[in-house]
C-alpha cells in the first residue's frame, strides 16, 4: 500500500457523459501526478500540481482538467467521454515539485474507466 | 523533444537465469532516472539514481546510472516467477515525467 487513495476503483459511463476522479496524496506530500494508461499507449504523463498550483502539463486533451484543493486532495475532470477515453487513470504523489531535490513518486491503485 | 527508449521490450527466461533491462534518455534538465514494477496493478517504485556509477541494490535487482552515456541498466539475478512483470523506467525532466513503454519480463518456473 503506497499511501495514495484513489476513488472510485471503476467507472462505467457512456459517451458524452463527465467523470471526476478523485486523488488523496500520502501524507505529507505536495505533489500530485495524473497519468493514463491504456493498452496501446504505455504510462502517460497529463498533469501535475505543487501544493495548489498547476507545475506541468503532458499530453492532456482539452476535454480534461483538473485541479488540486487546498487540503492537497485532486481531481481530474474528462468530459465529452469518448470510446478511446476508456483506460486506467493513475495519481501518483511525491514530497516536492521536483527542480534540485526530486523525489520518487508514489502511485495509487489506479481508477479503471470505461467509456461505452 | 524528451524521449525514453527501454529494451528489450519483451523477455522470457527461466527461473535462475540473470536478465538485465536496458533504458536509454534524452531529457532536458535532466534530476533523476526511478525504475518501476508493474503487476496488474499500480507501477511500484524500485530504485531513484541521481549519480553516476554507483549502483542501488536490493535484494537480488540491482541498477547503475551512466549520466555521460545516457542510459541505465536494471539487472535481475536468480530470477523467480514473482519477479514476472512490466518494468518501467522514467527519468523525470524538470517537472514532466516521461515513461519508457516498458520491458515485459516473463520468468518460466
Known amino acids: 500500500d503506497s499511501g495514495v487513495t484513489q476513488t472510485p476503483k471503476h467507472l462505467i459511463t457512456a459517451t458524452g457523459q463527465r467523470v471526476t476522479l478523485r486523488c488523496s496524496p500520502r501524507?505529507?506530500?505536495?505533489?500530485v501526478y495524473w497519468y493514463q494508461q491504456s493498452l496501446d499507449q504505455g504510462l502517460q504523463f497529463l498533469i501535475q500540481y505543487y501544493n495548489g498550483e498547476e507545475r506541468a502539463k503532458g499530453n492532456i486533451l482539452e476535454r480534461f482538467s483538473a485541479q488540486q484543493f487546498p487540503d492537497l486532495h485532486s481531481e481530474l475532470n474528462l468530459s465529452s467521454l469518448e470510446l478511446g477515453d476508456s483506460a486506467l487513470y493513475f495519481c501518483?504523489?511525491?514530497?516536492?515539485?521536483?527542480?534540485?531535490?526530486?523525489?520518487?513518486?508514489?502511485f495509487g491503485p489506479g481508477t479503471r474507466l470505461t467509456v461505452l | 523533444e524528451d524521449k525514453v527508449v527501454q529494451s528489450p521490450l519483451s523477455l522470457v527466461v527461466h527461473e535462475g537465469d540473470t536478465v538485465t533491462l536496458n533504458c536509454s534518455y534524452e531529457v532536458t534538465n535532466f534530476r533523476s532516472l526511478l525504475w518501476y514494477k508493474q503487476e496488474k496493478k499500480a507501477p511500484t517504485f524500485l530504485f531513484m539514481l541521481t549519480s553516476s556509477g554507483i549502483e542501488k541494490k536490493s535484494g537480488r535487482l540491482s541498477s547503475i546510472l551512466d549520466k555521460k552515456e545516457l542510459f541505465s541498466i536494471l539487472n535481475i539475478t536468480a530470477t523467480q516467477t514473482g519477479d514476472s512483470a512490466v518494468y518501467l523506467c522514467a527519468p523525470p525532466g524538470g517537472f514532466k515525467t516521461i515513461f519508457g513503454a516498458g520491458t515485459r519480463l516473463f520468468v518460466k518456473a
Open positions: 501524507s505529507g506530500d505536495l505533489s
Open positions: 501518483a504523489s511525491s514530497v516536492s515539485s521536483g527542480g534540485a531535490k526530486y523525489n520518487e513518486q508514489f
